[in-house]
């Protein structure tokens, strides 16, 4: 790499943590945490003083209801923030109670509760889950070998390009489309 880092002041580290659980028999439970570590004294805008330390501590928990990925349940905790009024966002992702993860999904969290209507780093982390569980999906369900019939085409949905190895004219979409029935290639 040609960038070297070496001798440079570090300001700030933000770090975003995800864990998919299984839970129950048609569903998975997400937990993210997103915290934000200032390194240096630094001032906010009133020229107050803010020691190093955390300056964001957030936690989301979220029941995803499976097949379709749709929030059953969503709870904030805020362990750490830099404001008074930062709880009064404690509520602020019920909006998506009952939303889909599916295409479009950070447009409709944006919507929902972005902006003046809620906290922009429980947002980055909203977004950041709703990746996270299509990854935890697949997960939860190849615990097991997949049975005959088990995937069709509308299953892969969800990965087909979204990247350059899922790419639809791609090896890997190739090899799945001749896996499937005759009867799958038409979803």
Known sequence: ???????????????????????????IALEGRLLDNRSNVSYNMFGE?????PVHDLIVRMIVRLPKLVIEDV??????????????????????????????FTTKVQRLVGGSK???????????????AIQGTYSFASRQPPAEGRYSKRSFKTVIDTCY???????????????????????
């Not at 008074?84 to 939303?99: H, N, T, V």
């Not at 922009?120 to 709703?130: F, G, P, Q, T, W």
């Open 49 to 53: 003083p803010r020691q190093p330390g």
């Open 118 to 132: 809620g906290c922009a780093h429980l947002v980055s982390l909203c977004r950041a889950m709703a990746s996270a």
């Open 165 to 187: 190895i899922w790419r639809s004219d791609g090896p890997l979409v190739t090899r799945l489309n001749e896996m499937l029935t005759t009867d799958d290639r038409s979803e």
């Open 1 to 27: 790499m040609g960038l070297n880092l070496n001798g440079c002041e570090r300001l700030h580290n933000r770090n975003i943590d995800i864990t998919t659980y299984a839970y129950g028999a048609d569903a």
């Open 75 to 104: 709870e904030v905790e805020m362990v750490t923030v830099p404001n008074s009024d930062c709880p009064q966002m404690l509520q602020s992702l019920m909006p998506l109670k009952g939303e889909k993860i599916s295409a479009g």
